[in-house]
């Protein structure tokens, strides 16, 4: 069974800096690409950023410039770094892995950011 396990949600003041980790299990191979997703309170869920399997990113324009996505291969794992966090960063933060054969969101981690 695939699944994927996050970290490093908390809370931050504004300017703050944390680092999201996700660890997906199945092969490497089958994985298309990995995303960050937000939901903020009253607001639908958003793309943060993606990677894909060549490695291009795309992010939010809202997040350009302060977050980077990037991925561990050997480890199966995706990373965010969120740097210079604002108020309106706040949210729960889901992984998305799309599997040649499924795709799998994470339970999320939550990101408070205070002003």
């Known amino acids: 069974q695939v699944q994927l396990v996050e970290s490093g949600g908390g809370l931050v003041q504004t300017g703050g800096s944390l680092r999201l980790s996700c660890a997906a299990s199945g092969s490497v191979s089958s994985i298309n690409y990995m995303a960050w997703y937000r939901q903020a309170p009253g607001k639908q869920r958003e793309l943060v950023a993606r990677?894909?399997?060549?490695?291009?990113?795309e992010y939010a324009d809202s997040v350009k410039g302060r977050f980077t996505i990037s991925r561990v291969n050997a480890k199966n794992t995706v990373y965010l770094q969120m740097n210079n966090l604002k108020p309106e960063d706040t949210g729960v933060y889901l992984c998305?892995?799309?599997?040649?054969?499924?795709?799998?969101w994470g339970q999320g981690t939550r990101v408070t950011v205070s002003s």
């Open positions: 990677i894909v399997s060549s490695g291009i990113t």
């Open positions: 998305n892995v799309l599997y040649s054969y499924a795709n799998i």
